[in-house]
């Protein structure tokens, strides 16, 4: 074997052992889970009243929700096709507006479409990884005041553990609140929280977690829960972020689970576009994993790192100005979870996001899906495989990329990700 030397990552005092820099880069192994994404209001369509509904009905984003992908009649195909991807995580979301569409009434109809649904992913071969809420809440909510009213936490945790008690015999994963941060974001710019409850909101999220949270250890021993961050890479922002909900919620997290799709450097700012809804225009450093792995295993030491989202947008015609192409990034990507375990970073899953196209959070103009779906243009809303699909598929018959890849993609100078660690310690292809 050949020798190891010792690095210390950023402040927090982490050591990890590092190979030397001629040693090539293994695969992630057997036990590594792969994993792919969707959420219930994006995919499903025929929606019921709720916060987002509202937003898509009202004018407040650009486009309609509608039908969304129709995952509410196809989700046994797009099942079947995640399971032909080789993947064993499958994670949805469970809609509280459809099985609860009045206070206090259950709608056995809603009910019957997620048992079938995590019915078939349990059948597959695959864990259900289970979002109880990916910002979206009942209409009936939104009268009576949202995350305005206190009383909203304790709300949520009845529909949380109604869920719970229905789905435990799958052993899934959990997820409570899907970025958090975004949720209360979106709810402010929106209206649906005034900006002097914004603290109440927090505290709201956070109450609620930990009440789901040990509920759902009590009746599921063993279970894996957590609630996802979304990893923004700009400056003196993630730290902020942190503060406001994962290092309040630590105790509860059973590992750390993070969403990231973007990059920043002091040679390429193009990560404005993402704010703009032009995603496609966002370039990508895919060597930010890296950073933002290793960033994880020093501020969180002790906690396993699940990749719950990344992907890559397109436009809707599948094209990005810089040529990126989904089976490239995505190779690229694999690779540097790749480097991150080598060296020592305890990370243990990777989803795409996502199955298909889907609507996403105001139009169907950025594309991420392994399977296109024309929602707009397309009345039968075929799926269509992406070059996305064989890398996937590929990648997890091989428990990652092969010895000797090379990304398609140097890193860039001087990486802003993860500040200032990203710039002193650069990341090192292999």
């Not at 864990?127 to 809440?137: A, D, E, F, G, K």
């Not at 799709?261 to 990560?271: E, I, L, N, R």
């Not at 989202?309 to 040529?323: I, Q, S, V």
Request: hydrophobic share 40%; proline share 7%; with cysteine.
């Amino acid at each position: 074997m050949a020798a190891m030397v010792t690095v210390v990552l950023g402040m927090a005092g982490l050591t990890v052992a590092t190979p030397p820099a001629d040693a090539a880069v293994p695969d992630l192994g057997p036990d590594f889970q792969f994993g792919v994404a969707q959420s219930g209001f994006q995919s499903e369509g025929y929606n019921r009243d709720s916060n987002w509904l509202r937003y898509s009905n009202q004018g407040k984003v650009p486009q309609r929700v509608g039908r969304a992908v129709d995952f509410f009649h196809q989700y046994a195909g797009d099942i079947a096709r995640a399971k032909s991807l080789g993947v064993g995580i499958y994670r949805t979301s469970v809609e509280w507006s459809r099985v609860e569409p009045a206070p206090g009434h259950d709608d056995p109809a809603g009910w019957a479409f997620y048992d079938r649904v995590i019915r078939a992913v349990v059948d597959a071969g695959m864990r259900p990884m289970i979002t109880l809420n990916h910002w979206v809440h009942p209409g009936w909510e939104v009268d009576r005041g949202g995350w305005n009213r206190p009383g909203m936490a304790a709300d949520y945790v009845a529909f949380a553990k109604r869920v719970v008690n229905r789905y435990a015999w799958a052993k899934p994963t959990w997820i409570t609140f899907n970025e958090p941060t975004e949720y209360v974001r979106r709810e402010v710019q929106y209206g649906g929280v005034r900006p002097e409850n914004l603290g109440r909101m927090v505290d709201g999220i956070i109450a609620a977690h930990r009440a789901t949270y040990r509920y759902i250890h009590a009746v599921q021993p063993g279970a894996q829960v957590s609630s996802n961050m979304a990893f923004f890479p700009v400056p003196g922002v993630q730290a902020w972020l942190e503060s406001l909900f994962p290092q309040r919620m630590l105790d509860s997290l059973d590992f750390i689970g993070v969403d990231h799709y973007y990059s920043f450097s002091v040679t390429d700012a193009s990560v404005a576009n993402a704010a703009t809804g032009q995603m496609w225009k966002a370039s990508q450093a895919p060597e930010s994993m890296y950073y933002l792995l290793r960033h994880l295993a020093q501020r969180f030491p002790g906690k396993q790192i699940r990749v719950i989202e990344n992907g890559l947008a397109t436009d809707p015609h599948g094209r990005r100005p810089d040529g990126y192409r989904r089976g490239d990034h995505l190779r690229d990507t694999i690779y540097w979870v790749q480097r991150a375990r080598q060296d020592g970073v305890p990370i243990v899953s990777y989803n795409y996001w996502s199955l298909t196209d889907n609507y996403e959070w105001g139009d169907f103009d950025a594309r991420f899906g392994l399977y296109t779906v024309d929602a707009q243009g397309d009345p039968t809303l075929t799926r269509h495989a992406t070059d996305g699909a064989a890398a996937l598929r590929a990648i997890t018959k091989a428990h990652g990329v092969p010895r000797g890849y090379r990304p398609t993609r140097m890193p860039v100078p001087c990486s802003l990700v993860t500040v200032p660690d990203s710039c002193t310690h650069p990341a090192v292809v292999r």
